[in-house]
């Protein structure tokens, strides 16, 4: 039996002991349904939805708050709702920004314990084409690239010049060699033996990166065998650091600053490590290779 049947049944058992006037009897019936009614779970809970200042239109359960005519464009993905309920909770909480890119359900419980639900909809005037630009992707960090580097051989002169090149182990190379075969950029001409400072040489550990990006270079130099001298080689070896290339530095007596690298045994062993390092990322390319230098008395 239903909340109305129940309540009406009681009237009518009352008028059998105790007759009803006619308007009475039309007022408890009233009564009864406003009171079977409040329980509903349709939306008769009232609230009004707005969203930057536009008000919502309510139809049914449905509420549709149109933006198109106020805004130009409207990021709907992160929007405020603002609800009068008339001291009715209301969950999700409103005031939280929310995605409204598809219809957002809101349940509106007033203090009795009816409920109402409401589906918002938010219509609003794209930005630029896309409200939510998707991102830049990050481009895949690459390890420069180059050459495998081969170990150079090389004559101290006696101590008297910068280090003479061999093309092995025991074959020198001639001295000094003809103009068109100088390879390192700083040698200066007009130096005259003994007091020329640089290498005719130079060692090209130069790399590439495909992505364009600058490269720098630095140098590690290590004793490779039991008396080579690695202050000594330290001090005449640098490395251009934006072309990579390697050359002597060092003058002969009397000229001794930085005086010429002179062998211990029959070859001294030197391990050199080469990083070529691409500006902002974190992928190194890394080359090693020895240099050998001949005793020559």
Known sequence: MSL???FLSKIFSRSAAQPLSRSAALTSIAFALLTACSGSSDPTVAADFEINGVKGTVSGQNVTIDLTSKESCSTVTSLVTGVQANGASISPDPTIARDYSQPVQYTITAPDGTKAVYMVTVKGNACGGDPTPAPTPTPLDTMPTGAVLVDWFFGDRGGGGPMQRYS????PIIFPPPMNEITNPAYDSTC??????????????????????????????????PNANLADMSAN??????????????????????????ANDNYDEFLITVTAHALGGNLPL???FKIKVKNEG
Request: glycine share 4%.
């Open 237 to 262: 070896l640098k490395i251009n650091s934006s072309t990579g290339k390697i050359t002597q530095i060092c003058s002969s007596p009397p000229n001794t600053n930085v005086a010429c690298y002179d």
């Open 4 to 6: 109305v049947q129940g």
């Open 192 to 225: 005259i033996y003994p007091n020329c400072v640089h290498s005719y040489w130079a060692i090209d550990t130069s790399a590439f990166d495909s992505a364009g990006r600058v490269l720098t270079y630095s140098m590690a130099i290590a004793a490779a065998s």
């Open 286 to 288: 890394v080359r090693s």
């Open 168 to 171: 092995n182990e025991v074959t």
